[in-house]
């Protein structure tokens, strides 16, 4: 369509059912309309906007739309007090009611927005919300206790401490608190995690006092708390509600966990679409680490919105997906080695992938014993064609492994780790040049046998696509926190063609700090203990009994 006129942005305030005023700025356009509306709650300041990776709140507007960027309670210019995801559900609910009834607007509301002003979405949805007829939560958490906070039953503690003390400088800046925001912008700059306790940083007072680091850290993983701030638990209620749903993810985005669960959990009941790009957290751009993915993975989440937006908001939308101009394949995934997008009717479920024989979704460890000090040792074989044997491994917690590039390393996305795999304390098993072109798509797992003498041991699990050089660039990983014999470590999804001559490695380490605390191999929650607990662990890997499970099946050409 072409672009409308928009009017001068205008500010407006409501009342949340317990009177708390909320305040948001409105773009809209020229006209009498009605317009649907578009809200994105925002918990870094309403002017922020859209700016990170969407296009500006007046872009949206000129599309035809109300557009409102509201900050939540306790943000910005809003009033109460910010409690992280508390108050989302029911401000939210309010929020879309508010929205509904401004003038111009032709009663129906869709929700957009990334991260936080993702998973606030979700749980707006999962409230009395007859308005919200469509959002599109992007990188998101679904159940914050195992997709956010925790990965694997292992405390995220980087990623943790970081946000904790993004929110904590803004919540003291509010409260007019100049010493502790400067106190917490440099502890944002220095974190060395150097302390004896790496979960109790220098700055553990600030970070109590003004973010939700301490509840997140201290609460354990079935208390009640988890559900109350989850969209996971209301999943029945948004399913009620049905909103048409577009979930977008990234393949080195740290929630993309959260996002893949969400739309299991959610599109077999409602509208649902997913997308998935080759971007970290932000920006969603060609050039991702170390690679250039092409001007296919510059964004067009833009446009992707609107025609959703367009399909189940405006004029008469129908009763479900099929007609409009929003109505894609159900999952649209950018593929990382011909950098280019596939579709797919359905999510490709793991060794049940369309194509995927078992042969070649589950691929076994071979080697003799030397896999982690000779990266020519380990070899990944057709599952069943290696040899019984062990292979040793060990956590030195003077210089434990740490993460690079991937999901959980700094920064994100495709980073050559060839040195980090030639680490003594880290086994490889590298793959067979490929022969012809190989597609994997969906999900990524190791199953494994690990004795120990130690009651517990963590595991970073790292699935890399090996170039003709010896490039090595991570594509799917996993953590967690595991106790001796069978063990599985679910890892990330990932959509990748296999070029002639590149080899798949799976790398194997005890630790990925600061990413994840140390274990001390005590059985002792990692995140509790501090270097005096520290201690050398050994594990060893049974390999015959150890499969990787990878959906791989020979590529179509993708026009």
């Not at 708390?225 to 577009?246: E, F, H, K, M, Q």
């Amino acid at each position: 369509m072409t672009p409308l006129p928009v009017r001068p942005k205008r500010t407006e305030a409501m009342a949340t059912r317990d009177g708390t005023r909320l305040v948001a700025d409105i773009w809209q356009p020229e006209g009498p309309g009605p317009w649907p509306v578009l809200m994105m709650r925002q918990a870094y300041g309403r002017r922020i906007g859209t700016s990170l990776c969407y296009a500006p709140p007046e872009w949206y507007a000129a599309r035809g739309y109300i557009v409102v960027m509201q900050d939540v309670r306790g943000r910005g210019e809003s009033g109460g007090g910010f409690a992280l995801f508390e108050h989302e559900a029911a401000d939210g609910a309010d929020s879309v009611a508010w929205a509904a009834a401004l003038p111009g607007s032709n009663g129906r509301v869709g929700m957009f927005g990334f991260s936080f002003q993702g998973s606030n979405q979700l749980l707006a949805a999962g409230e009395p919300c007859p308005a919200l007829k469509a959002i599109a939560p992007a990188m998101i958490g679904w159940d914050i206790r195992r997709d956010w906070a925790y990965e694997n039953g292992a405390f995220a503690l980087r990623a943790n401490i970081g946000w904790a003390t993004q929110l904590a400088a803004e919540t003291a800046r509010l409260a007019g608190d100049r010493e502790a925001q400067a106190r917490l912008y440099a502890a944002s700059r220095t974190a060395s995690f150097a302390d004896a306790m790496p979960a109790w940083p220098e700055h553990d007072a600030l970070l109590q006092r003004y973010s939700h680091y301490a509840v997140w850290r201290d609460t354990p993983l079935d208390d009640p708390y988890w559900d109350a701030i989850s969209p996971a638990a209301r999943r029945a209620r948004i399913v009620a509600n049905g909103p048409a749903t577009l979930l977008i993810g990234g393949w080195y985005d740290s929630h993309l966990p959260g996002t893949l669960a969400a739309f299991r959990a959610l599109a077999p009941h409602l509208p649902a679409r997913l997308i998935v790009g080759p971007w970290a957290h932000f920006p969603w751009d060609r050039r991702v680490g170390a690679l250039d993915f092409g001007e296919d993975a510059i964004t067009d989440i833009d446009q992707q919105q609107i025609a959703w937006f367009d399909r189940w908001l405006k004029d008469a939308p129908g009763d479900g997906p099929g007609d409009g101009p929003g109505d894609g394949p159900a999952v649209r995934l950018f593929d990382m080695g011909a950098r280019c997008w596939r579709d797919f009717a359905a999510w490709p479920e793991g060794d049940a992938a369309p194509g995927a024989t078992p042969e070649q979704a589950r691929l076994g460890l071979d080697g003799s014993g030397r896999a982690a000090i000779d990266m020519r040792d380990g070899r990944l074989l057709e599952a069943g064609a290696g040899a019984p044997g062990w292979e040793s491994l060990t956590l030195d917690p003077w210089r434990p492994a740490a993460p690079c590039g991937g999901s959980f390393g700094w920064p994100p996305g495709p980073v050559d780790r060839a040195g980090a795999d030639a680490r003594a304390d880290t086994l490889t098993f590298t793959g067979a040049p490929a022969t012809e072109r190989m597609l994997i798509a969906g999900d990524v797992r190791l199953s494994a046998r690990i004795e120990s003498a130690h009651a517990s041991f963590d595991l970073h699990a790292v699935l890399s696509r090996v170039a003709a050089d010896g490039r090595s660039f991570p594509l799917a990983e996993g953590y967690a926190t595991l106790e001796p014999g069978a063990v599985s470590v679910p890892m990330r999804a990932t959509c990748c063609t296999l070029q002639p001559g590149e080899r798949l490695r799976l790398s194997l380490a005890l630790a990925c700090f600061p990413s994840f605390p140390v274990n001390p191999g005590t059985g002792r929650p990692p995140w509790e203990a501090g270097i005096f607990d520290h201690q050398v662990v050994t594990v060893r890997l049974r390999r015959d009994k150890s499969i990787l499970h990878v959906p791989l099946r020979a590529a179509e050409e993708q026009a």
